[in-house]
């Protein structure tokens, strides 16, 4: 199977492939995860604190914060996909890997990076904000008044997770789809999943938008979900759109 064969130099492991290139690419993916979260979390942040409006009681609150994350994403992929692929997201490179659009020593490089820029941003925003006002960082957790049980979370992330890898796949990664369309797509999927994700988990779909502000504010209530849903609902995503959709193309 294309994309599925094994070998050193597919999981990245020869000189050629930790190059200058691929560093730069790292960098983007810090840079641009560093900045989603701060405007996203600083977002959350604002609206809450600053302003004292609850988003699961306050649709202009969560409009507010929907948009937010969806404009920022969209921006920063339309700014990195020519350098690092816009990933921006641990769940979009890990499935990025699985299915053989990426080697692994390189999507782990990505997947660090996107966590330290995670760690940063949210270090940003408790720099900048006041005490009183910071809260938990923006940091993700469960609404239980609205989702009943842990394991229903974990689902609603899978699914969230689901749709923004799945347009990330229709567009950026598949060699025939809209690659122009991509940060539009991409933004779009993230803005519609925090219109209904918000008042229920947080709308996470990112393990390091979640993990920064947990890290910084010591804030780690059910934060298991905003690994395992993400993780897992991009993993199937991405194979499903590539054995579905690419995979009889590449053989």
Same mark, same amino acid.
């Given at each position: 199977?294309?994309?599925?064969?094994l070998? +050193?130099?597919?999981?990245?492991?020869?000189?050629?492939?930790?190059?200058?290139? *691929?560093w730069?690419?790292?960098v983007?993916?810090?840079?641009? !995860?560093?900045?989603?979260?701060?405007?996203?979390?600083? *977002?959350? %942040?604002?609206? *809450?604190?600053a302003?004292?409006?609850v988003?699961?009681?306050d649709?202009?609150?969560?409009?507010?914060?929907?948009?937010?994350?969806?404009?920022?994403?969209?921006?920063?992929?339309?700014? *990195?996909?020519?350098?690092?692929?816009?990933?921006?997201?641990?769940?979009?490179?890990?499935?990025?890997?699985?299915?053989?659009?990426?080697?692994?020593?390189?999507?782990?490089l990505?997947?660090?990076?996107?966590?330290?820029?995670?760690?940063?941003?949210?270090?940003?925003?408790k720099a900048?904000?006041?005490?009183?006002?910071e809260?938990?960082?923006?940091?993700?957790?469960?609404?239980? +008044?609205? =989702?009943?049980?842990?394991?229903?979370g974990?689902?609603?992330?899978?699914?969230?997770?689901?749709?923004l %890898?799945?347009? /990330?796949?229709?567009? +950026?990664m598949?060699?025939?789809?809209?690659?122009?369309?991509?940060?539009?797509?991409?933004?779009?999927? /993230?803005?519609?999943?925090?219109?209904?994700? %918000?008042?229920? !988990?947080?709308?996470?779909?990112?393990?390091a938008? &979640?993990?920064?502000? &947990?890290l =910084?504010?010591?804030?780690?209530d059910?934060?298991w979900?905003?690994?395992?849903?993400?993780?897992?609902?991009?993993s199937?995503?991405?194979?499903?759109y590539?054995?579905?959709?690419?995979?009889?193309?590449?053989?």
């Amino acid at each position: 199977m294309a994309g599925f064969e094994l070998s +050193a130099g597919s999981l990245g492991l020869a000189r050629e492939d930790l190059g200058l290139r *691929t560093w730069r690419a790292v960098v983007a993916e810090f840079v641009a !995860t560093g900045l989603f979260v701060f405007i996203g979390a600083g *977002t959350v %942040v604002s609206i *809450t604190g600053a302003l004292g409006r609850v988003p699961s009681e306050d649709a202009g609150a969560l409009v507010g914060i929907a948009l937010a994350h969806g404009l920022a994403i969209a921006l920063l992929v339309a700014a *990195t996909a020519n350098i690092s692929g816009g990933h921006i997201n641990p769940a979009v490179s890990l499935a990025a890997v699985i299915t053989g659009r990426m080697k692994a020593a390189t999507g782990l490089l990505y997947i660090v990076a996107q966590l330290l820029g995670g760690i940063v941003g949210a270090l940003f925003i408790k720099a900048i904000m006041a005490d009183g006002i910071e809260g938990h960082l923006g940091a993700h957790s469960l609404n239980r +008044a609205a =989702v009943s049980g842990e394991g229903l979370g974990f689902l609603a992330e899978a699914l969230f997770t689901f749709l923004l %890898v799945l347009a /990330v796949f229709a567009t +950026a990664m598949d060699p025939k789809g809209r690659g122009y369309l991509a940060p539009m797509a991409i933004g779009f999927a /993230v803005l519609v999943d925090h219109l209904i994700g %918000v008042p229920l !988990t947080g709308a996470s779909m990112n393990p390091a938008r &979640s993990f920064g502000p &947990s890290l =910084v504010a010591n804030f780690w209530d059910n934060h298991w979900i905003y690994w395992a849903g993400p993780l897992v609902g991009g993993s199937v995503a991405g194979l499903f759109y590539y054995f579905v959709y690419m995979y009889r193309r590449e053989e």
